[in-house]
């Protein structure tokens, strides 16, 4: 069955820098765009960036550009996001989720079909 195990996550301060990771497993990953989506408690889900099945097509939302750097290791089935210049407002449960662009061509519209029981990060000001 489909899994995904997303850790790196953890309680840093305004300005330091994280980098999350996520193993997939049960299909084939490489055959998968894949996508972080973020959460604040009491909040929609955010979709924060995505990249495509070959690694070449980077998404970003508007607020993480120029901070986050999203990436995959294709060999290994393994998602990675690197977030630096943290905000206190990038606090939140971050998500690896399965989904594809929808027909709209925008990422903010997409729906997961599978994704992590996510990592918790902390920024602190």
């Known amino acids: 069955q489909v899994e995904i195990v997303e850790s790196g996550g953890g309680e840093v301060h305004s300005g330091e820098s994280l980098k999350l990771s996520c193993v997939a497993s049960?299909?084939?990953?490489?055959?998968?765009?894949m996508s972080w989506v973020r959460q604040v408690p009491g909040k929609g889900l955010e979709w924060v960036s995505s990249?495509?099945?070959?690694?070449?097509?980077?998404w970003y939302v508007d607020s993480v550009k120029g901070r986050f750097t999203i990436s995959r290791d294709n060999a290994k089935n393994v998602l990675y996001l690197q977030m630096n210049s943290l905000k206190p407002e990038d606090t939140a449960m971050y998500y690896c989720?399965?989904?594809?662009?929808?027909?709209?061509?925008?990422?903010?519209?997409?729906?997961?079909?599978?994704w992590g029981q996510g990592t918790q990060v902390t920024v602190s000001s």
């Open positions: 989720a399965r989904a594809a662009l929808p027909q709209s061509g925008s990422w903010c519209n997409a729906v997961a079909t599978y």
């Open positions: 049960g299909f084939e990953f490489s055959g998968f765009d």
């Open positions: 990249i495509d099945r070959a690694g070449r097509r980077p």
